[in-house]
Each structure stands twice: as structure tokens, then as C-alpha cells.
């Protein structure tokens, strides 16, 4: 009568394989346990289909019983399957190890999670077994087990492409690397490294088909001692989309010394200094940075907008293709370059050190920039040279500067007698763009206008006393269109500046109203705020 009844309800109605697909898609929602099997307790129709459809069986989790694994791997038929270990209080390994045994062949996918030092030697022993059909494999090993060394060799592994492990030494045997696609690696935490450069170098050479590369915190015994690398030049990556790497500066220089970086690929890099100076850490960078740029690392011939961003503990410059402004800027907006200075607290580091605008113009002097968005202390941006920083921007169309106060103070002033060209007529040489950027000594004796396709300009809590930064910004605007032959039309299209003036509201709001009449022949939309009053 049950059954007579269940035949009835819509759902059960509908084809088996559609009923199959909706119980795959509570599967797939189901990410922290096996609970998508109570579907199969709601009637005897529904753990017929549930039990009997192979590919639902496919992805296991093993925790404190290996119930669920014998389960799937009798109902997974002869489909291919994944298998995921998670440690509660003792690695599932050692007891689903014999009910993987005569499955081996059609393992696809293998994710031990951490691996604690008890466990490897049952590790060891599991992957000296041939897994022909093993795509996936996923691990982390106990930091204290210092000698984790797993041999992956093609013969055994024919059609592993996704290779992701931690504090685990996987260079025993460098042939396994042409065929992997996926490859994340962090390194181990030996006081004493056995990883050569050598090795190291020829490994990344052999990643021809590589499309995710994430290297984190790898060290080599022989970093500054070993002879220079012996190759046959660099290798062309074709395929990778993505570059992650964490590690010493001097050999990430080394690492992309022998391979060639396609430019549609996004690159991002992070070595720990101790901090040079406050104003910035350009040896640092050059020591992290390939010299010849164009072959190293393209991408940053594509870079169009860039940004600073220093914190108390890192410090960040990056860029991407898309001119979107800092306050519209989502996670559509792909990064393509990335360069971060995590301050090294474990090696003394001082602290206070940053990344300067001389350090943007250092990583993106081969860059076409239009967009520049800068979040830094007041202390390094009153160490700046402003003259230089824009005359290395040519193409430069619109600068976002926000300012965190701290012991020195900068004012907007300094930015806009940068910008000055001082005054002459419409004849006067005012430079072309490749003119600006090869014309540096000219541009710092103010015969040419800097930047010359400027056209925004945002300035955020930045101190300012507007009756005095009026002059200055009008003389340098007037200037500027008039050097640049253009007397009757903006000298920018948008002024936005929040300064942190006086705190007597009302006598900002004088100060304001002159200022903005000062500006209405010289900017298309110019907006002008008290940051005192801000939030």
C-alpha cells in the first residue's frame, strides 16, 4: 500500500535520472559530511534510486568509521571515485587502507588532509601502490615529520595532473612534473633544507604543461652559493593562467630566470624583508624582479592601472588591465600583478617599512599606466619625489592619493608645484608623452608638462589650509592648459580633495566657496569637503 501510494507523488513521478540529478545537486550542497544520504530514508523508491545510482557514490569521506567508505565503494560500482580524509582524532588511513587495496585502479581523486607523524609510514606504504586512474591528490603533512618524502613517479601516477601538498618533498623524482596541470606546493619547515636550487629550477623547467603554480615558503640549502644555472635557456609555460609565489627574494629572481611567463597570466609574488627605510624598499624589489622585464615577466607590459597599499604588517603594490577606480573596483576586476613585502617580524624586522611611490615607478616603468589609486602614510609620501614619480607616468589620466597621518605631514601643495610647468605661452615646448618619459632631466628643470593627458585627480585627508592652496592649485592649473596650448577648456576634468582643514566648520565653509569659484573656469566638476568632519 506504501508503495502504491509513494507511485502517486509527483517527484516520484518524474524519470529516474532526473530524481538522480536532484539528489546530486543535495550532494554537491553537502560540504561538511555525509548527511545528504537521509534523502535515502524518506521512502523505499527514493533508496532504490539513491543506492543504486553509481554516481552518487563517487566522492567519500572517511572520519571516525570507515562505514560510509565500504558503503560507497560497493555502490560506486565499477565508476571511478574520490575518496577525502578528514583527522578527528586519529587519521582514517591506516584502517581504510585495506578496503582501498582492490579498489586502487579506479581511485581518481585522493585527499589525506594532515597527515600526522604516526601516520606516515602507512602513508608511504599506500602510495607504493600504482593508482593508474589517480588524478587528484591532496595532503599535508605533520611539520615534525621531517622526513616525508614521497617518490611520484609517471609509471605509478600515469594521469595525476593536480598535485597539491604541504611540508611534504615531492622532487625525488622530476619526470612526474611535465604531466601535471595543478601544482601547489608549500615547503617544509626543516631548520636545514635538502632542496637544491638546482633541483628546484629544473623542476619548474619541466612544468610545460602547468596551469595553476602556487609555491609557498620553499627553501634550498644552497641559496647564494650555488653556481649560476646550467640550461638550455628559458622555458615558455604556454599554459599557465596563474603564478603565485612566497618565497626568498633572490630566488624568485632565479625562478623566473629560467621560464618565460605568458602575459595573460597573473602573477602574483611575496618575499619577507626586514625594512630597508621608511620611504621604501627598491632593493628589495630589484632583488625580487628579473632585469630584462619584457621576457621575465610580460604581464607588466599590460598593466594600465596600479595601486599602493601599506598597512602595519604588508605592504602591497598591484595592478590589472581595467581602468576602474579604486571605489568601484570588485572582484570582476581581475589582478594581473601583485607584489607584496610582508614585514619579517621572526627576523627583527624594525617595522615602519613600506612600499613608496619610487617603488610603483620601479615595478611598472615598463607599464603603460593611466590609473594610479595610493593608500600610504603621510610619512612616505612626504618623502616623495614628486616630480620624478610623474615624470616616469606619461600616460598617467588619473591619480586617487589617500593619506593615513602619522609623524610627518604632506600637503596637496606639494603634488599641484609638482604639476606646475610654470608659465609660458602655447609655444613653449610642453613634450609628448614618449618625449616625458625619456626627458626626465628636462621635466625636473620644469621645461616640459608633466603628465600631460591628466584629467582627475582625487586627494583624500590630506591637511590643507584652502585660502593658501587655492593660489597654488589655480596657478598650476592655469599653467598647465596654457602650456599645453589649450586656454579656453579645463585643465582637468574632475578636482575632488578632502582635506582635514580647520575644525570651526563655518570657516571652512568660507574658505570653501572661494575656492570653488577659484576652480570653476579651470575644472569641469570639482568637489571640496572637510575630512575634520568625516567619520
Same mark, same amino acid.
Given at each position: 500500500?506504501?508503495?502504491?501510494?509513494?507511485?502517486?507523488?509527483?517527484?516520484?513521478?518524474?524519470?529516474? $535520472?532526473?530524481?538522480?540529478?536532484?539528489?546530486?545537486?543535495?550532494?554537491?550542497?553537502d560540504?561538511?559530511?555525509?548527511y545528504?544520504?537521509?534523502?535515502? =530514508?524518506?521512502c523505499?523508491?527514493?533508496?532504490?534510486?539513491?543506492?543504486?545510482?553509481?554516481?552518487?557514490?563517487?566522492?567519500?569521506?572517511?572520519?571516525?568509521?570507515?562505514?560510509?567508505?565500504?558503503?560507497?565503494?560497493? *555502490?560506486?560500482?565499477?565508476?571511478?571515485? @574520490?575518496?577525502?580524509?578528514?583527522?578527528a582524532?586519529?587519521?582514517?588511513l591506516?584502517?581504510?587502507?585495506?578496503?582501498?587495496?582492490?579498489?586502487?585502479?579506479?581511485?581518481?581523486g585522493?585527499?589525506?588532509?594532515?597527515?600526522?607523524?604516526?601516520?606516515?609510514?602507512?602513508?608511504?606504504?599506500?602510495?607504493?601502490?600504482?593508482?593508474?586512474? &589517480?588524478?587528484?591528490?591532496h595532503?599535508?603533512?605533520?611539520?615534525?615529520?621531517?622526513?616525508?618524502?614521497?617518490?611520484?613517479? !609517471?609509471?605509478?601516477?600515469?594521469?595525476?595532473?593536480?598535485?597539491?601538498?604541504?611540508?611534504?618533498?615531492?622532487?625525488?623524482?622530476l619526470?612526474?612534473?611535465?604531466?601535471? *596541470?595543478?601544482?601547489?606546493?608549500?615547503?617544509?619547515?626543516?631548520?636545514v633544507?635538502?632542496?637544491?636550487?638546482?633541483?628546484?629550477?629544473?623542476?619548474? *623547467? =619541466?612544468?610545460?604543461?602547468?596551469?595553476?603554480?602556487?609555491?609557498?615558503?620553499?627553501?634550498?640549502?644552497?641559496? @647564494?652559493?650555488? !653556481?649560476?644555472?646550467?640550461?638550455?635557456? %628559458?622555458?615558455?609555460?604556454?599554459?599557465?593562467?596563474?603564478l603565485?609565489?612566497?618565497?626568498?627574494?633572490?630566488?624568485?629572481?632565479?625562478?623566473?630566470?629560467?621560464?618565460?611567463?605568458p602575459?595573460?597570466?597573473?602573477?602574483?609574488?611575496?618575499?619577507?624583508?626586514?625594512?630597508?627605510?621608511?620611504?621604501?624598499?627598491?632593493?628589495?624589489?630589484?632583488?625580487?624582479?628579473? $632585469?630584462?622585464?619584457?621576457?621575465?615577466?610580460?604581464?607588466?607590459?599590460?598593466?594600465?592601472?596600479?595601486?599602493?597599499?601599506?598597512?602595519?604588517?604588508?605592504?602591497?603594490?598591484?595592478?590589472?588591465?581595467?581602468?576602474?577606480?579604486?571605489?568601484?573596483?570588485g572582484?570582476?576586476?581581475?589582478?594581473?600583478?601583485?607584489? $607584496?613585502?610582508?614585514?619579517?617580524?621572526?627576523?627583527?624586522?624594525?617595522?615602519?617599512?613600506?612600499? @613608496?611611490?619610487?617603488?610603483?615607478?620601479?615595478?611598472? =616603468?615598463?607599464?603603460?599606466?593611466?590609473?594610479?589609486?595610493?593608500?600610504? %602614510?603621510?610619512?612616505?609620501?612626504?618623502?616623495?619625489?614628486?616630480?620624478?614619480?610623474?615624470?616616469?607616468?606619461?600616460?598617467?589620466?588619473?591619480?586617487?592619493?589617500?593619506?593615513? !597621518?602619522?609623524?610627518?605631514?604632506?600637503?596637496?601643495?606639494?603634488?599641484?608645484?609638482?604639476?606646475?610647468?610654470? !608659465?609660458?605661452?602655447?609655444?613653449?615646448?610642453?613634450g609628448?608623452?614618449?618625449?616625458?618619459?625619456?626627458? @626626465?632631466?628636462?621635466?625636473?628643470?620644469?621645461?616640459?608638462? &608633466?603628465?600631460?593627458?591628466?584629467?582627475?585627480?582625487?586627494?583624500?585627508?590630506?591637511?590643507?589650509?584652502?585660502?593658501? &592652496? *587655492?593660489?597654488?592649485?589655480?596657478?598650476?592649473?592655469?599653467?598647465? =592648459?596654457?602650456?599645453?596650448?589649450?586656454?579656453?577648456?579645463?585643465?582637468?576634468?574632475e578636482?575632488?580633495?578632502?582635506?582635514?582643514?580647520?575644525?570651526?566648520?563655518?570657516?571652512?565653509?568660507?574658505?570653501?566657496?572661494?575656492?570653488?569659484?577659484?576652480?570653476?573656469?579651470?575644472?569641469?566638476?570639482?568637489?571640496?569637503?572637510? %575630512?575634520?568632519?568625516?567619520?
Amino acid at each position: 500500500m506504501y508503495a502504491l501510494l509513494n507511485a502517486g507523488v509527483p517527484i516520484n513521478q518524474l524519470p529516474v $535520472e532526473l530524481l538522480v540529478e536532484i539528489f546530486a545537486r543535495c550532494q554537491s550542497v553537502d560540504d561538511s559530511s555525509h548527511y545528504w544520504t537521509d534523502v535515502l =530514508r524518506v521512502c523505499r523508491h527514493w533508496f532504490v534510486v539513491g543506492s543504486t545510482a553509481g554516481n552518487l557514490w563517487t566522492s567519500l569521506k572517511v572520519s571516525n568509521s570507515t562505514n560510509l567508505l565500504r558503503t560507497g565503494l560497493a *555502490r560506486s560500482s565499477a565508476a571511478e571515485f @574520490g575518496v577525502e580524509m578528514i583527522c578527528a582524532r586519529t587519521h582514517p588511513l591506516p584502517d581504510a587502507a585495506a578496503f582501498l587495496a582492490p579498489h586502487m585502479h579506479r581511485l581518481r581523486g585522493l585527499r589525506l588532509g594532515r597527515i600526522p607523524a604516526t601516520t606516515v609510514p602507512a602513508l608511504v606504504e599506500f602510495m607504493d601502490h600504482a593508482m593508474p586512474a &589517480l588524478r587528484h591528490f591532496h595532503a599535508t603533512g605533520d611539520e615534525r615529520a621531517l622526513n616525508l618524502d614521497l617518490r611520484l613517479s !609517471p609509471d605509478r601516477f600515469p594521469r595525476l595532473e593536480d598535485l597539491q601538498v604541504s611540508h611534504i618533498y615531492v622532487f625525488n623524482n622530476l619526470s612526474i612534473f611535465p604531466q601535471l *596541470r595543478t601544482v601547489h606546493i608549500t615547503g617544509r619547515s626543516a631548520r636545514v633544507p635538502t632542496l637544491k636550487t638546482a633541483t628546484l629550477l629544473e623542476s619548474l *623547467r =619541466r612544468m610545460e604543461n602547468v596551469e595553476d603554480l602556487v609555491l609557498s615558503d620553499l627553501q634550498v640549502c644552497d641559496l @647564494g652559493s650555488s !653556481p649560476a644555472f646550467v640550461g638550455k635557456g %628559458s622555458v615558455v609555460l604556454s599554459k599557465l593562467r596563474k603564478l603565485a609565489v612566497s618565497m626568498e627574494g633572490p630566488l624568485i629572481k632565479q625562478m623566473l630566470s629560467v621560464i618565460t611567463i605568458p602575459p595573460e597570466a597573473a602573477v602574483s609574488l611575496s618575499s619577507r624583508v626586514q625594512g630597508e627605510t621608511v620611504a621604501g624598499n627598491t632593493a628589495n624589489i630589484a632583488a625580487m624582479l628579473p $632585469e630584462d622585464r619584457h621576457r621575465g615577466l610580460p604581464v607588466l607590459g599590460r598593466i594600465t592601472e596600479a595601486w599602493i597599499n601599506t598597512t602595519a604588517t604588508k605592504h602591497v603594490v598591484a595592478g590589472c588591465t581595467a581602468a576602474v577606480p579604486a571605489s568601484a573596483r570588485g572582484e570582476a576586476t581581475p589582478v594581473l600583478f601583485a607584489l $607584496e613585502l610582508p614585514e619579517d617580524n621572526d627576523l627583527g624586522g624594525a617595522g615602519g617599512a613600506g612600499i @613608496g611611490l619610487a617603488d610603483l615607478v620601479e615595478v611598472f =616603468r615598463d607599464s603603460p599606466l593611466e590609473s594610479v589609486t595610493v593608500q600610504t %602614510s603621510s610619512s612616505i609620501a612626504a618623502r616623495a619625489d614628486w616630480r620624478d614619480f610623474f615624470g616616469a607616468l606619461p600616460t598617467l589620466r588619473r591619480l586617487d592619493f589617500t593619506i593615513i !597621518p602619522d609623524a610627518l605631514a604632506v600637503t596637496p601643495g606639494a603634488i599641484f608645484a609638482a604639476l606646475d610647468p610654470g !608659465p609660458g605661452d602655447a609655444s613653449s615646448p610642453t613634450g609628448t608623452a614618449d618625449e616625458d618619459a625619456g626627458s @626626465g632631466a628636462a621635466a625636473a628643470a620644469g621645461n616640459l608638462v &608633466l603628465c600631460p593627458g591628466l584629467r582627475r585627480v582625487r586627494l583624500h585627508r590630506f591637511p590643507a589650509n584652502l585660502d593658501v &592652496l *587655492r593660489d597654488t592649485v589655480a596657478t598650476c592649473l592655469e599653467n598647465r =592648459r596654457q602650456r599645453l596650448g589649450k586656454p579656453g577648456e579645463h585643465a582637468l576634468e574632475e578636482l575632488v580633495l578632502n582635506v582635514v582643514e580647520q575644525p570651526v566648520q563655518a570657516a571652512f565653509l568660507v574658505a570653501r566657496a572661494a575656492f570653488l569659484e577659484r576652480m570653476v573656469p579651470l575644472v569641469g566638476a570639482v568637489e571640496c569637503r572637510n %575630512s575634520f568632519y568625516l567619520p
